[in-house]
């Protein structure tokens, strides 16, 4: 609901720019929506700070609050709500609209002389700051990042599972108020008729959650630049910004479509007419989702829907089509002029 906040933000802003919409106003309101919601997440208490996650948290019956220590690409979404203002706008935007002045001293963004104030989600030279929007603060992306970019948890040959492989030893037990339930990892179908069998947040790959994850990877680039490197795969000492990071997972996304060095792809799988026969191998699967671990493609066929933005990740990642985070960059300086 964050992103959604940031976005339909944008879009107001866009037609503000274009002198369409009178929409002002609406770019204030969704930025209000963001900031609750982002304060929302700390009054809940969804941030573990032991475990560098965020976690949901079921209301009982009898009132108790109960995290739910499931390590999912729940813990990670809430990273996906980041926005940054660049300096043209942040600028117009702090001479011409009050409401947005009252909005960035509200955040701790400003001052009391109306200056912009020291925080970790501002960079730049005076004049030229940046401002970064984000659910997640600053001080908890390393800790999200670390866990991510684990190949021991999210982090596979071919994308980012949507549950840590952690749990395929460490099985998460609910026990609650005479209430059991278990969640292991499984990369590819579900062993319990939970969501109609798929595996869902079990253990595959999703593109879509992949896509939006190296979206953002772009946009905290676009803040942070070559100033932030993180640890990429967590444990193998190298360190890298976020845009290389951004790059690796597209070619991990890649790759299960294209042919390794046997000549085998991996999203056909075991699927033997499909990796020899020459009639076939050619005819690319778009799966629902794909093996946590091996890279099949898995559910329905052909799953346009989503797994052809495949097509589009190929684009940007060789410069055919700029990243995402340009083309806001954009829309941004356009809606501020």
């Not at 019956?61 to 999912?72: D, L, N, Q």
Request: with cysteine.
């Amino acid at each position: 609901m964050g992103a959604y906040a940031l976005t339909m933000g944008s879009i107001a802003a866009v037609l503000a720019g274009s002198g369409q919409r009178q929409a002002q106003g609406l770019v204030l309101k969704f930025l209000e929506h963001f900031a609750g919601i982002r304060e929302a997440l700390v009054i809940q208490g969804l941030w573990d700070e032991a475990d560098g996650l965020f976690y949901d948290r079921l209301l009982t019956p009898s009132g108790e609050a109960v995290p739910v220590k499931v390590r999912s690409m729940v813990g990670i979404i809430p990273a996906l709500a980041a926005a940054v203002i660049d300096g043209d706008m942040l600028r117009r935007a702090m001479t011409l609209h009050k409401g947005f002045m009252g909005f960035l001293e509200h955040e701790g963004f400003r001052d009391i002389h109306g200056k912009l104030a020291e925080t970790p989600q501002l960079r730049g030279e005076r004049g030229h700051e940046r401002l970064l929007l984000s659910v997640a603060r600053p001080g908890q992306l390393e800790r999200l990042f670390a866990k991510l970019f684990d190949e021991a948890e999210f982090l596979s040959p071919h994308g980012l599972r949507a549950l840590s492989a952690y749990h395929r030893d460490h099985p998460y037990v609910f026990d609650v108020e005479g209430y059991q339930s278990v969640i292991d990892y499984q990369p590819a179908e579900s062993t319990t008729p939970m969501f109609g069998g798929n595996s869902n947040w079990r253990g595959p790959i999703w593109f879509p959650l992949n896509y939006l994850v190296i979206a953002m990877l772009e946009r905290y680039h676009q803040f942070y630049g070559r100033d932030f490197e993180i640890e990429y795969p967590t444990g193998s000492g190298k360190r890298l910004t976020l845009d290389l990071i951004a790059a690796d997972l597209q070619d991990r996304l890649i790759s299960l479509f294209t042919t390794d060095a046997n000549g085998r792809r991996p999203c056909f799988g075991g699927t033997e007419r499909m990796q020899t026969d020459p009639a076939w191998h050619d005819n690319l699967i778009f799966g629902e989702y794909f093996h946590g671990d091996n890279g099949a493609s898995l559910g329905a066929f052909h799953q346009t829907g989503w797994t052809g933005i495949i097509g589009d990740m190929i684009m940007r990642r060789h410069g055919a089509a700029p990243a995402i985070a340009e083309i806001l960059s954009d829309l941004s300086r356009k809606a501020g002029q």
